[in-house]
């Protein structure tokens, strides 16, 4: 409980064996549930996140946005919920800092900036900062928004998740969040976060075609969403 309010997590993950107990050690005490879900790991990702004390959700559909959906259907019906990735890139010591304003009543969804927080060298990789800086120009221009970041790592208030009706199940999931919040008077802010090295190698970054796919696939949701504006 943080401030009188249940705790979430979801982490999606995989083949993460290598990181995601760190991940689960580095939570705060106050998170009520979490929630791993396991995309399809062949490296024992599912038993090592057990042993740390996490529930495993098992979700067959390939996709960063299925395992957070599969992950979701897992989870109790906390207050605040919040995502962030397996690889121990993120600072799960800093989640105060996202949850708190909606604790609050100050916002109703948080991201985690890089770009504000600092990402240590090598972290992103220059397309990923490229693709950050062209798709949040967009959703402002489109929808007036300012972000500086699509990271993982964010918090949202329940029942704002559960109005944005969220269907995207891959590398969308992120900017559909936002541009769905923007679209329904949401308060979002942004907070800078740290941001490290991931532990292995990324599915999406670590590889020119998991790059493309992930590029092509951001900015056909944008302008997908724009279409139905």
């Avoid at 249940?6 to 979490?34: M, Q």
């Avoid at 259907?73 to 600072?91: E, N, Q, R, T």
């Avoid at 604790?103 to 990789?125: K, N, P, Y």
Wanted: net charge positive; aromatic share 6%; charged share 20%.
């Amino acid at each position: 409980m943080r401030g009188g309010q249940s705790i979430g997590c979801i982490i999606p993950a995989l083949n993460e064996a290598a990181g995601i107990a760190r991940v689960l050690a580095a939570l705060p005490v106050w998170v009520d549930h979490v929630v791993v879900a396991d995309n399809g790991s062949t490296d024992g990702t599912a038993d090592v996140a057990r042993a740390a004390g996490a529930t495993v959700a098992v979700v067959h559909t390939r996709g960063y946005g299925a395992a957070c959906l599969g992950g979701l259907s897992k989870l109790p019906a906390v207050d605040v919920i919040v995502f962030l990735d397996g690889d121990y890139s993120d600072f799960p010591e800093q989640m105060d800092t996202l949850v708190d304003p909606i604790v609050a009543g100050r916002a109703d969804l948080v991201i985690g900036s890089r770009s504000l927080g600092g990402a240590e060298h090598g972290a992103l990789t220059p397309q990923q900062r490229f693709g950050n800086w062209l798709a949040t120009r967009l959703v402002r221009a489109f929808w007036g928004v300012r972000y500086t970041d699509l990271g993982p790592f964010r918090a949202i208030a329940r029942s704002a998740l559960m109005r944005l009706g969220m269907d995207d199940r891959s590398f969308g999931w992120t900017v559909e969040m936002q541009i769905k919040a923007a679209r329904q008077g949401l308060a979002a802010l942004e907070r800078p976060v740290r941001y490290r090295r991931r532990i292995g190698t990324s599915k999406i970054s670590g590889t020119v075609q998991g790059t493309l796919r992930a590029g092509t696939k951001i900015l056909w949701l944008i302008a997908r969403e724009a279409v139905r504006r």
